[in-house]
């Protein structure tokens, strides 16, 4: 791929999941899933990706491919040639109000430690996908702290608000940006308006926030200011498992790309993260944002632009 | 008012009522409500309003000068000194969660058939506030066809929806925007899919149309383009009611004052429309938005702007 000159590397610590998803309309069996998987791509359109994750040994060559045909460096993934990847199968309610978990079964994901590879120990930008507080923790005191201190982006969900809130809240202490939904915003916070949810994360810890409202768009609480950018106007939508991974991924790869963390960056990194969570949304799987190519995210970045000015 | 030099009058036709509002957090009695009251004064700070409705005996004089200090024209108000002004008092839910009308009394109301005095004929901008579609059509039968059309923009809400959906599909027919908000679009098209919902609706016959999203800002569709605008931060959550005649209002009076309808002019009539929506829920009935004054809406159109901006 042909990165911008100041590009610098972001590193993606997060599930690898063989998923089957069912939605009201349709399903697909035996996908590639996982946060990491969806963060990773997404960043690959911007910057050189790191990918840090556990498969196993049944974990398919062509995953491996895709991944590999996204430039993204694999030193980070672990495999356990004995064990099983990570399975999840959920089906989304009538209308998308909502999905259940059918099966899970963590397989070699259960032991996830996340132990960087040394050459990985510098990268600047780094995204904790929404795995247990405690290894994110766990992540976070592997990396330089002081000058050398990177950008860190912190997922989570209503999970771990519910059973790790302590290790939760130390997180936020150490974190530049939290990507949170509205949901996982009101039961962390119990406040239902949604600027005042966003200064009350903000209290919480991390430099910036952004809270994001699926198809009503995303917000922006930057001590600079406030953006808010509407969601792309999908029509073909067909699954939104893995958007939010694949926002958050666009996010951090488009701050890695420029190498820088500002307001205005953080600014156009959200519309990177909405342009490539609209592609998410349009098939099961990575199928649609692994196949757009960076072609199709810039043009929706214009149509985001244009649709917004008055 | 400093009107600019384009500025035509605003015809505005709709309720005229006493509210009883009771919050979660608060109640008000005996204050200033109906569409036409928000949505006159909303639109004279933009252009000259003419507001024609109907009031009882009992119509507080404070509410009369009140229209006369936005230099509303009031030729339109009929009085029926022996009646009483429709009366209506409602209470919100928890956490704003939908409301409930606890009382109503249509009193001089329930005979309101708008005719529109002479001088009135000729304005060139109407907005038809959600009364019975019957009488929608029975305003627009007065006025000129052809060259001397106006531009009318039509709010309904689901009680017409679902009781007069014949008439109000004619109407449809005759208007130039609809001004809609969510859950009255699934009621009239099926359709959740906001995107499509939009063209959807356009399909049945308004050149334009508006779909508002409350606390997530408002979606334009027209021939030459989407717009999306997310709300203004509101921190300060009071009373709804009366948002989306604001908006309306804001937005006919805001074309009417650049004496345009094409898709620039109509962007930024969504912006006034947002402003104005911004401040009505600030207060209970139109008090903040009365008091704001046109310089609060000008740093509210300025910030919705630059928070939009990337």
């Not at 996340?114 to 405690?134: D, E, R, S």
């Not at 949170?180 to 119990?190: A, C, Q, V, Y």
Request: glycine share 8%.
């Amino acid at each position: 791929m042909p990165y911008p000159r100041t590009a610098r590397p972001a590193l993606i610590i997060g599930s690898v999941a063989i998923d089957r998803v069912a939605t009201p309309h349709a399903q697909s069996d035996n996908i590639l899933g996982g946060a990491a998987s969806y963060a990773s791509i997404a960043a690959s359109y911007f910057t050189p990706a790191r990918l840090v994750g556990v498969v196993g040994g049944d974990f398919p060559e062509k995953f491996t491919k895709l991944y590999r045909k996204h430039g993204i460096d694999l030193a980070g993934l672990q495999t356990e040639p004995a064990g099983k990847t990570f399975y999840w199968s959920g089906r989304y309610r009538e209308n998308f109000a909502g999905r259940d978990t059918l099966e899970i079964q963590l397989n070699v994901f259960a032991n996830f430690s996340p132990t960087l590879p040394p050459a990985y120990l510098n990268t600047p930008f780094v995204m904790l996908g929404a795995i247990q507080p405690a290894l994110q923790l766990h992540v976070l005191d592997q990396l330089p702290r002081g000058k050398k201190r990177p950008f860190v982006l912190a997922d989570t969900f209503d999970l771990w608000i519910n059973t790790a809130r302590p290790e939760l809240e130390r997180l936020l202490k150490r974190i530049d940006l939290l990507v949170i939904n509205e949901d996982e915003s009101l039961l962390l916070t119990g406040e239902r308006n949604l600027i005042r949810a966003g200064h009350a994360l903000r209290r919480m810890g991390p430099r910036a926030v952004v809270l994001k409202k699926g198809e009503h768009g995303s917000l922006l609480f930057h001590p600079d200011g406030f953006f808010a950018l509407p969601a792309y106007p999908v029509t073909k939508f067909i699954d939104p498992t893995g958007a939010g991974d694949s926002y958050a991924g666009a996010l951090i790869g488009c701050l890695a790309s420029a190498n820088r963390t500002d307001f205005a960056a953080l600014k156009r990194a959200v519309a990177c993260a909405t342009a490539c969570a609209s592609l998410t949304v349009e098939s099961f799987s990575v199928n649609r944002l692994s196949s757009a190519g960076r072609k199709a995210i810039d043009a929706r970045l214009k149509e985001l632009s244009r649709m917004t000015r008055f």
